[in-house]
């Protein structure tokens, strides 16, 4: 408060006076509360205060002041990374995520998507309530934004085109910029493969300008990302692995202990154990096996940054599948490399931004089969590209 303008602090005062019809509904009354909204709307009082207005009606929506009451499933529980590693040299607690290593297909194929986002709304009311409660026993309010690591290691082009994943991820980053604005002092995103700024461009028009400013995203130089990390957070708050001096009672650099590292997500889980149901929109191909067993889907890409996206189904077994595009200067890429998907068991879902236009090839492939042939079911489409995404067209 103290290093607040006189204009500032007059904004301040105004937009406390127009939502003090608010102040039963709302769980923190700090100053410091009301600024984050403020910031949020670059001060702008009518702006702030409609936006405060709205979440208040979303949280009364959706149940958030009582969400903490909840339970969330089993497989969130185990296989969802996230945990605790202490603080910053601001005060601010710092949470990490082996995002990686989530299976988050698996955990997408085991609960709704509105237990996801509720388990969104949980984890962060969770976290809200504990930095409330550390400010008032340390009767300082330093500590009321959070700082996240995300460690990419690990994250395959078979995770992150799965579109249910891509959907939510939109959906989340949406509401918790309208819904909890200024809670994030940082974000390290470490070991990002190239790929990930592909994904990331599809967030950047949910996201605040103030928000952007926080993220710092790094690819897989250690040196690098590891004098980051200690610029802003003492060794001794982060684990060895991650450039600090912490290890688990057992010695393990990189604390286990301390935060839920995902890991694959059992079949079992699976809210459908039984064969997929085949869609009225989608066509069927049979796929011999042994050699000369697989089917090629060629499409050509006129716009930069359109969607390819998928949905295929099998009979018979699984079934091998890539996708790949076709360079004039470096040949075939890979965009998904084959890998056998048991689409017996579970739909497959998935999509691909095209950064450039071109000619892009869907592979069904048997030949790892000797004796069973294969019915696939798909519904492949080309969607242009997300609002906000540059474009461009190919002419001739």
Same mark, same amino acid.
């Given at each position: /408060? ?8 007059? $904004? ?15 769980? =923190? ?34 149940? @958030?002041? =009582? ?13 969802? *990374? ?27 194929? *085991? ?75 940082? /974000? ?9 700024? @592909?994904?990331?461009?599809? /967030? ?10 926080? !993220? ?29 001096? /912490?290890?688990?009672? #057992? ?23 039984? $064969? ?14 042994? $050699? ?25 077994? #699984? ?14 890429? =890979?965009?998904?490399?084959? *890998?056998?998907?048991? *689409? ?11 950064? =450039? &236009? ?11 089969? !000797? ?13 242009? &590209? ?7 067209? @190919?002419?001739?």
């Amino acid at each position: /408060m103290d290093q607040l303008d006189e204009e500032s602090k007059l $904004a301040l005062t105004e937009f406390k006076e127009g939502v003090q019809d608010c102040a039963s509904k709302l769980l =923190d009354t700090r100053d410091e509360f009301y600024l984050k909204w403020l910031v949020a709307r670059s001060y702008n009082v009518a702006e702030a205060e409609k936006m405060l207005r709205a979440s208040l009606a979303w949280r009364q929506a959706n149940g @958030v002041d =009582d969400i903490l009451n909840w339970t969330p499933p089993e497989v969130l529980q185990k296989y969802y *990374s996230l945990g605790k590693l202490g603080h910053d040299k601001f005060n601010c607690p710092v949470y990490i995520s082996a995002q990686g290593n989530m299976d988050l297909r698996g955990i997408f194929q *085991s609960i709704t998507k509105k237990d996801f986002m509720r388990f969104q709304a949980y984890t962060t009311e969770r976290i809200n309530k504990e930095m409330r409660e550390e400010s008032l026993r340390t009767g300082t309010n330093k500590n009321c934004q959070v700082v996240f690591i995300g460690d990419m290691t690990g994250l395959s082009m078979r995770q992150m085109t799965y579109k249910p994943v891509m959907d939510a991820g939109s959906e989340q980053t949406k509401v918790y910029e309208s819904n909890y604005p200024e809670n994030i002092r940082r /974000m390290f995103i470490i070991n990002a493969p190239k790929i990930f700024t @592909v994904i990331f461009n599809i /967030m950047k028009p949910f996201l605040h300008q103030a928000t952007l400013d926080k !993220i710092r995203i790094f690819g897989c130089n250690k040196e690098e990302w590891a004098a980051a990390l200690l610029e802003e957070i003492e060794a001794d708050n982060l684990p060895l692995y991650y450039g600090g001096t /912490m290890v688990d009672p #057992d010695g393990d650099p990189k604390c286990p202990s301390k935060f839920n590292m995902g890991g694959e997500v059992p079949y079992s889980y699976y809210l459908s154990n039984s $064969a997929p149901v085949p869609k009225d929109y989608m066509e069927t191909i049979n796929i011999i096996a042994g $050699a000369g067993g697989f089917k090629k889907l060629k499409y050509k890409i006129d716009v930069a940054n359109s969607i390819l996206r998928w949905e295929f189904m099998t009979e018979g077994g #699984d079934i091998g599948f890539r996708v790949y595009y076709k360079s004039a200067e470096e040949g075939i890429i =890979d965009l998904v490399p084959l *890998s056998r998907i048991e *689409s017996h068991l579970v739909t497959e879902e998935g999509q691909y931004i095209c950064e =450039d &236009p071109g000619k892009y090839v869907v592979v069904f492939d048997n030949t790892f089969s !000797i004796l069973r042939p294969k019915k696939v079911r798909y519904y492949v489409v080309v969607d242009p &590209p997300p609002p906000g995404i540059p474009t461009t067209a @190919v002419v001739g």
